[in-house]
């Protein structure tokens, strides 16, 4: 069975702290890993995609990179507005299995 | 930015009714999805239809639950007869074959049993 576990459940920051959220995960015939931000009330938001270990990718102050068993999303110098919960999901099969997410705070 | 639409964005309704929520998956998407997120909990797949069939079903949809494409836009899913458990936010998402940026989400309906 698929599994894909986020650490940590919450994080506090303050603006301009930067700081790593990771996605463990196992999963037979990986097709993909995707990061997500979800705001309160919305639906998740697409920011990457990672394809094989040693793959990153950047958005603005966001660093997504994968290794065989985890990824990692790094935040670089966050501002109050990355306030969100970002969402970790692998893809095998026909399906996306998601993990629990974490849930970021950042204070001005 | 091409979207996903959902209606209603929340739907109250009663124990044992029946509940159809619609999304309108953007329009050269070939693979569409439901997900369901309960407050407080994981999103969690339901269901992926392609070429007018269900081609994969996780457990949680059993014979309540049905999907139909009934036109070239909309995607509905159907619970017959709805139970407290159901209350969740029911996501629609669709995707192109081959795309590298991922699955499109919908903003959502809430749907509360009472």
């Known amino acids: 069975e698929d599994q894909v576990t986020q650490s940590p459940e919450a994080l506090r920051l303050q603006e301009g702290e930067s700081s790593s959220l990771n996605c463990s995960y196992t999963v037979s015939g990986l097709r993909g890993l995707f990061w997500y931000r979800q705001d309160p009330g919305k639906g998740p938001e697409f920011l990457f995609t990672?394809?094989?270990a040693g793959e990153e990718k950047e958005k603005e102050r966001l660093k997504a990179t994968l290794t065989k068993k985890e990824s990692f999303l790094h935040i670089t110098a966050p501002k109050p507005e990355d306030s969100a919960t970002y969402l970790c999901a692998v893809h095998a099969g026909n399906m996306l299995t998601f993990g629990g997410g974490t849930r970021l705070m950042v204070k001005p | 930015e091409p979207e996903v639409t959902q209606t209603p964005s929340h739907q109250v309704t009663q124990m044992g009714q029946e509940v159809i929520l619609r999304c309108v998956p953007i329009?050269?998407?070939?693979?569409f999805y439901w997900y369901r997120q309960i407050l407080g909990q994981k999103v969690e797949f339901l269901v992926s239809f392609y070429n007018n069939e269900i081609s994969e079903k996780s457990e949680i949809f059993d014979d309540q639950f049905s999907v139909e494409r009934p036109d070239g836009s909309n995607f509905t899913l159907k619970i017959r007869s709805t139970k407290l458990e159901d209350s969740a936010m029911y996501f629609c998402?669709?995707?192109?074959?081959?795309?590298?940026?991922?699955?499109?989400f919908g903003s959502g309906t809430r749907l509360t049993v009472v």
């Open positions: 998402a669709s995707t192109a074959q081959g795309q590298a940026y991922g699955y499109t």
């Open positions: 329009s050269n998407h070939l693979y």
């Open positions: 990672l394809y094989s």
